[in-house]
């Protein structure tokens, strides 16, 4: 149990992920609908309440990454349908039947495992092909010289296991470097030259799908049966300073806030936290705050200047961060106190703290930091922006 507001925690504004889902519509064909991607707690907003909000937008499938998301999703009456999108062991197959999942078919000899358990236990099993058209990371391999057409033939034919779709993910549709943008042609080339082989065959492909947000970003026109965002609903893309084709408003969900638990005044030659990295250059005023790196805030943000806000205005972060707390220069700020907000992703009197800032000088993605925020931090919900 997680008491509210104790220390540090995130908030979620879930009202705004109904403006982000039209956003996506807009750019978006009409036939095309949208595959949530809650996989990762929903990048730690928190996978069941995101599944709803999305659910309530009319998203009717959810993508996550194992069958434990997927369960976790069912157990808390998710009931549309769920794509796992990487791989389940074998010891697991039977929950797939249990709680009627999707299953990804990694590679043509997984798809016979999983053939085999299913004529065994003499039930159907539901899966997507994944194609791998250039990330080789899974799937059946479908490129130039290794196009692997007849495996796919071989998963659509079999008898217990019920290929429904098939999809495919981009691994640089976020550049617009030359090389890089020939290589994503590419990659669609290759996936319709699969569905095309498909449908000339005489096989129905499915449902299809090949997009992430950047493959929305950047290449909106395409026409498949689902996109699989899953940063943009979220209001956010991986790094703010890459250039997309489009010009979409996203509004980010998540704020990380924590208190301040103490305020002090430094002598001139005083040092802050471990390692004695700051040195007072004068009287300094200090504020200590409840989070630290354990939470999720990268510990790379010490010592480099890094600003957070209070009452609207920014302050720095001094000294090492240290695992549940850190410290700021509030020096300039009046009137700081104990119990005082702390923002370090959101908004505070018209001042912004993005993700993205904290990625950047963190030297990663928007979506690793999302993502580090940990299990300690209480996720509280908003329902209106
Ligand atoms: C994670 C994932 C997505 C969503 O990626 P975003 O960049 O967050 O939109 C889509 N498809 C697959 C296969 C994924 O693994």
Request: a negative charge.
């Amino acid at each position: 149990m997680l008491l509210s507001k104790s220390r540090a925690w995130a908030e979620i504004d879930l009202g705004r992920i109904a403006h982000n889902v039209e956003e996506v519509r807009k750019l978006i064909p009409k036939q095309s609908k949208i595959m949530g991607i809650v996989k990762a707690n929903a990048y730690g907003h928190g996978d069941v309440e995101c599944a709803r909000a999305l659910q309530a937008c009319g998203v009717d499938f959810f993508g996550v990454s194992s069958v434990d998301e997927a369960m976790h999703l069912r157990m808390n009456g998710i009931d549309s349908k769920i794509l796992i999108l990487g791989y389940t062991p074998p010891e697991h197959f039977s929950q797939l039947v249990k709680y009627d999942l999707i299953q990804t078919l990694v590679d043509l000899p997984y798809a016979k495992k999983l053939d085999a358990y299913a004529q065994a236990n003499d039930c159907v099993i539901q899966a997507h092909a994944k194609a791998d058209t250039g990330m080789n990371r899974i799937g059946v391999v479908v490129q130039d010289e290794t196009y692997h057409i007849e495996e796919l033939f071989a998963m659509y034919a079999m008898k217990h296991v019920h290929v429904c779709g098939i999809f495919s993910h981009f691994s640089v549709s976020d550049s617009q470097d030359e090389d890089d943008l020939r290589y994503t042609r590419h990659q669609i080339e290759l996936f319709d030259r699969v569905l095309a082989d498909l449908r000339a065959a005489g096989v129905d492909p499915g449902t299809t799908h090949l997009q992430n947000s950047y493959g929305i970003l950047n290449y909106p026109d395409l026409c498949y049966d689902y996109v699989r965002p899953g940063l943009l609903y979220m209001g956010v893309t991986s790094d703010d300073a890459i250039k997309i084709n489009t010009d979409p408003h996203f509004l980010p969900i998540l704020s990380l806030k924590a208190n301040v638990t103490m305020v002090k005044w430094l002598h001139e030659g005083d040092s802050v936290s471990y390692g004695r990295h700051f040195r007072a250059k004068r009287k300094t005023k200090v504020a200590t705050v409840s989070i630290g790196y354990a939470d999720g805030v990268p510990r790379e943000l010490s010592n480099q200047d890094f600003e957070v806000l209070l009452h609207g205005r920014r302050v720095k972060i001094i000294g090492n961060i240290c695992m549940d707390q850190m410290m700021l220069d509030v020096t300039e700020e009046d009137d700081v106190k104990e119990g005082d907000i702390v923002t370090l992703i959101g908004e505070d009197g018209g001042a912004i703290a993005s993700v993205d800032a904290m990625s950047r000088a963190s030297h990663t993605i928007n979506n690793e930091t999302l993502t580090r925020f940990s299990v300690r931090l209480p996720r509280i919900y908003k329902k209106q922006g």
